[in-house]
């Protein structure tokens, strides 16, 4: 991901200690409400009710408006497969089956310091992830493969393309989705990843708030462990004073 603006604070070492414990006990209860909730809600995103047959599957009923779907993702495939990832084209019907489990991915991007020569810092978000159809070739297993830090195996590289864009297009066409989701208090969008080609992905992002520290303090902890990666960090005062949609929408209803 491309790197984003986000709100700055100054910190000491004592309170980044004791700010990294609570991020990272509020990014596990958070992660895991996402994950029971997608684990309820999995046989709405049941992949054959967007491809119908286009799909291998013991069912061979048709199913309405497959034809468009299909054809939107062969499109946006096609508009991605060449450049990176050096892929053929034409996508084979029927596609061999997508499992019906959604998995989540840690929302990550990196940080240019310009004090500093070395390379970009990853930033991990605690309150933010990437959804997709669960995937033997997850994001960073496909980062990996173009960087060359793993051998690049084709199949799975175009099954991982197919597991992001069906869930892009799955929600797309069936809005009630996103509108649930929106409901259990996440902000879901659709991002284009430019290290990937521009290939579109579904984000989920929690409400509450993060932060980051100044650059000059994230080089020096990265410095002292060794590690190129920092993770942002929860706004406990911003915590206290979460909003709630449904309430604000209620009150502007009669207001």
């Known amino acids: 991901m491309s790197e984003i603006s986000i709100k700055r604070k100054d910190l000491d070492n004592q309170e980044f200690l004791k700010l990294r414990q609570a991020t990272e ?115 960073p297993r496909l980062k990996a493969m173009l960087a060359g830090s793993e051998p690049p195996q084709p199949d799975d590289m175009i099954r991982s393309l197919i597991d992001h864009l069906v869930l892009v297009i799955f929600l797309e066409k069936f809005p009630a989705l996103k509108q649930i989701l929106e409901d259990l208090r996440y902000d879901i969008e659709l991002e284009e990843l430019e290290e990937l080609g521009g290939l579109q992905v579904v984000v989920a992002k929690a409400p509450v708030e993060t932060f980051l520290p100044p650059d000059e303090f994230i080089l020096q902890i990265t410095q002292l462990s060794g590690v190129p990666a920092f993770q942002e960090i929860v706004d406990l005062e911003a915590l206290q004073e979460m909003a709630d949609p449904l309430k604000e929408s209620l009150i502007s209803a009669v207001a």
Do not use: M
Request: net charge positive; glycine share 2%.
């Open 25 to 139: 006990r509020i990014s596990n209860i958070l992660t895991k409400r996402l994950k029971t909730h997608l684990d309820i809600l999995k046989p709405l995103f049941l992949p054959r009710k967007l491809l119908g047959t286009y799909i291998k599957s013991a069912f061979r009923d048709e199913v309405a408006g497959s034809d468009k779907s299909f054809a939107t993702l062969q499109e946006r495939y096609a508009a991605i497969c060449e450049k990176p990832f050096k892929l053929p084209k034409k996508l084979k019907a029927p596609l061999a089956p997508i499992a019906n489990q959604l998995e989540v991915t840690p929302y990550t991007y990196p940080l240019h310091v310009e004090s500093s020569d070395t390379k970009a810092i990853q930033i991990t978000s605690p309150t933010k992830w990437i959804l997709s159809y669960r995937s033997d070739c997850p994001i």
